[in-house]
């Protein structure tokens, strides 16, 4: 299902473009327009949920797994000291596009993202 309103559909869909980390057949990994720190990137289900309660429980536990692998490929690569993974539900949460992600945020020793 696709919210033709939502930012992260019409990217999902190719009609805006983004930089595409990872893919496969029920998730996007792209990197944050926007980063809070160099390499911050999105896990984005193909299709449209708004948060974390809308979602279906196993896509939840897809969702975090590939967190895990993304944030485990994250610290070799990236060679980072930490990652946060955060992952926001309305408005009063901080949550501002509202279709379902997760955020990883690379971190170094001492830098001062605020997250
Ligand atoms: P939230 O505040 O909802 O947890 O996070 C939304 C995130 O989406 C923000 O970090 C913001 O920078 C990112 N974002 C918003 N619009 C776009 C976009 O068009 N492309 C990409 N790649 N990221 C976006
Ligand atoms: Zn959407």
């Known amino acids: 299902m696709t919210d033709h309103n939502c930012i992260f559909c019409k990217i999902l869909a190719g009609d805006i473009p983004s930089a595409v980390v990872y893919e496969d057949d029920d998730f996007k990994v792209i990197l944050d327009v926007g980063p809070a720190a160099k390499g911050h990137m999105l896990i984005l289900p193909k299709e ?11 896509l939840v536990a897809k969702a975090f797994i590939l967190a895990k692998k993304m944030a485990t490929k994250m610290e070799s690569v990236l060679g980072c000291d930490g990652i946060n993974v955060v992952q926001n539900n ?3 949460a901080g949550q501002t596009v509202f279709h379902f992600h997760i955020h990883l945020i690379p971190r170094m020793k001492h830098d001062k993202v605020g997250v």
């Not at 449209?48 to 196993?58: G, K, L, S, T």
């Open 90 to 92: 309305h408005e009063a």
């Open 48 to 58: 449209h949920y708004a948060d974390i309660m809308a979602m279906p429980e196993e």
